[in-house]
């Protein structure tokens, strides 16, 4: 098989996610990438912005370029858009969509919701050789995939990357980042620890003005609350717990399930010992926690198909206008923060009893 010509391929490229992987792309150097989509205006008029709008040389895709210098040039004004090739094609067409995905040796899917379109994809790459990543973050449809797709995927070392975005590299790697931890000053004495638990607790910081629900302070994009819809009917019933004088609840995504799934792998494939991981997460206002009522009251209401497609239809009404097709404004995307608190406990050398207190305790953030 003929080498890719291509680097990436950036799948649903003129979706709201898809724009702002291809701003960050246009900053980068040295990386030969493409777009592709199934509206040939829509994908024309990208290509027309990237060239008008200087390449969105201010995106902040890479906001310490010092750390990036053999990859990110600023600005780079400098792109020849006329060079970026463009793929006009239908994720429900195969036969075009494996010729696409045959252009490169990564695809970044950004085409939602995952529940309907992404097996497709993934199965065109895996034919096509095609390493895959997306954002998605319904957790049983990822595991769907895993069942029917790891012994071709493996067959084809082909890597197949699902949630792969704010869920669930954030929490991923914060737990990397404590298991190296326990070893560090152990090293010269042949020693190392043993991570054994991981505590993580989430904290969206955003402004005031969007504490109530208003006109403009809407925070997540419909694709978010789309995959929400698909996945309601799976929720678990979770219990609050008090930590550093807030109330947190289990975390909804998908990270603590992927993190496990990683885990089991690790322990399969290398002897490696599983670690526990818990999410939490919080509300900046006690009166915020209605939505967790809410959420259940939807639950038990999508048992009807009738109901699931109006949330779908109207994101807007049904979370006083936090979620909408439209997304969040630059100025809202630019104001909220977020912060990931990992505890995680272990012991400080290698132990064969694991009923013995642990005596080690790393906190990052």
Request: proline share 5%; hydrophobic share 40%; with cysteine.
């Amino acid at each position: 098989m003929e080498r890719p010509e291509l680097d990436i391929v950036v799948l649903g490229a003129t979706g709201f996610t898809g724009v702002k992987v291809v701003k960050c792309l246009s900053e980068a150097v040295g990386l030969r990438w493409g777009i592709a989509g199934r509206s040939k205006d829509k994908l024309g008029k990208l290509i027309m912005d990237l060239h008008n709008t200087g390449n969105w040389v201010n995106s902040g895709c890479f906001k310490n370029k010092s750390r990036y210098p053999h990859y990110i040039n600023a600005p780079i004004a400098g792109l020849d858009v006329s060079k970026v090739p463009v793929f006009n094609v239908d994720v429900n067409n195969k036969d075009a969509l494996r010729k696409t995905t045959s252009q490169a040796k990564i695809l970044m899917n950004c085409v939602g919701p995952s529940t309907i379109f992404s097996e497709q994809i993934v199965e065109a790459c895996i034919e096509s050789k095609t390493h895959y990543v997306d954002i998605s973050a319904e957790i049983n449809h990822i595991l769907d995939l895993y069942r029917k797709y790891q012994r071709a995927a493996e067959d084809a070392n082909v890597l197949i990357i699902p949630s792969c975005g704010f869920a669930s590299v954030p929490a991923a790697s914060g737990l990397l980042y404590l298991d190296g931890q326990f070893e560090v000053g152990l090293r010269s004495l042949n020693i190392s620890g043993t991570l054994n638990t991981v505590e993580c607790y989430v904290e969206l910081d955003f402004p005031k003005r969007a504490y109530f629900p208003w006109p403009g302070n809407c925070l997540v994009h419909y694709g978010t609350w789309e995959s929400l819809v698909y996945v309601l009917r799976n929720m678990k019933e979770k219990f609050f717990h008090r930590n550093n004088g807030k109330l947190w609840y289990p975390y909804p995504g998908p990270d603590e399930d992927v993190i496990e799934f990683s885990e089991r792998y690790l322990h399969k494939n290398q002897n490696k010992r599983p670690v526990s991981f818990k999410l939490y997460t919080t509300m900046p206002l006690l009166i915020h926690f209605i939505i967790i009522p809410l959420m259940f009251m939807y639950y038990y209401l999508c048992y009807f198909k009738c109901f699931s497609k109006l949330l779908r239809k109207y994101p807007r009404f049904f979370t006083a206008g936090y979620m909408s097709h439209k997304g969040p404004s630059e100025k809202m995307m630019q104001a909220v923060t977020y912060s990931f608190t990992l505890i995680g406990k272990g012991w400080s050398s290698n132990v064969e009893d694991f009923s013995v207190p642990t005596n080690k305790t790393l906190k990052c953030k």
